[in-house]
């Protein structure tokens, strides 16, 4: 077993079916890289044991509360519960890193986002910027989503497979490109019918099905809709807690 996908949260901003905002976490040899860090993140963890002592970077899709309001929660963890020297690589669009420390010092100001004991290192991330993370890299792929707020999917690749993220996006080009060859390919589908300019549909990407040469690929994001018509999906839906061998 090369990797390990633990799929920590996989709910839409409502959090519908009661499920967690996103966040996926893959591990490979004790180490961990996460993928959005949603405001559920660390009861997630907790949920499956999950220790995130072996954190070494979080990548972030966009700079959206159900993607990234985990982190003053994470930044606690390590001040308080699991004090942490080792540096922590945050990646993400330009910009989210400062949206972060406001964030952090608004919701605990007490906490020091300098630190204390460990520095983060922030990498910004666009259309294909690539971040090596001891033998991980990271991939950017430039999603469309909503206007004048730039948004990236992932492709990692460590341990000889790769997962690719779609994060939230609209149709566009970039959906295959994130998928090709990927071992799994976690894919948004917050909508079953139409087209919406901020999201996908499933009836979208089952019209590009043929063209998506990824290996495995799951639905996360899934709105109401999407939920209530679960029997007549061609992929299945992730779930808060799943854990998927590569
Ligand atoms: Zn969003």
Not at 21 to 38: E, F, M
Not at 78 to 93: A, D, N, W
Not at 209 to 225: Q, S, V
């Amino acid at each position: 077993m090369a990797l390990k996908v633990i799929l920590l949260g996989t709910g839409d901003a409502f959090g519908s079916g009661g499920r967690g905002h996103s966040a996926v976490a893959v591990v490979h040899r004790g180490r961990t890289i996460l993928l959005d860090c949603g405001a559920s993140l660390l009861p997630a963890a907790e949920q499956v044991d999950l220790d995130l002592s072996g954190l070494v970077a979080v990548g972030l899709t966009h700079a959206h509360g159900d993607h990234i309001a985990g982190w003053p929660f994470l930044r606690l963890y390590y001040q308080y519960l699991h004090p942490r020297s080792e540096p922590l690589t945050l990646v993400g669009p330009p910009g989210v890193d400062r949206i972060l420390d406001q964030l952090a010092k608004l919701l605990y100001p007490e906490l020091d986002t300098q630190g204390p004991g460990y520095e983060v290192v922030f990498h910004p991330a666009s259309d294909g910027s690539v971040v090596a993370v001891e033998d991980a890299e990271l991939r950017a792929v430039a999603v469309t989503h909503q206007r004048d707020h730039p948004a990236v999917g992932y492709r990692l690749s460590w341990g000889g497979r790769t997962v690719a993220f779609s994060g939230d996006a609209t149709w566009s080009e970039a959906l295959v490109e994130l998928a090709s060859e990927a071992d799994l390919f976690i894919c948004e589908c917050n909508d079953f019918e139409g087209t919406n300019p901020v999201h996908l549909s499933y009836r979208q990407l089952e019209a590009h099905a043929n063209r998506f040469t990824c290996r495995e690929l799951l639905l996360t994001h899934c709105g109401p809709d999407v939920l209530a018509r679960q029997d007549e999906l061609a992929w299945p839906i992730a779930q808060d807690g799943q854990v998927i061998e590569l």
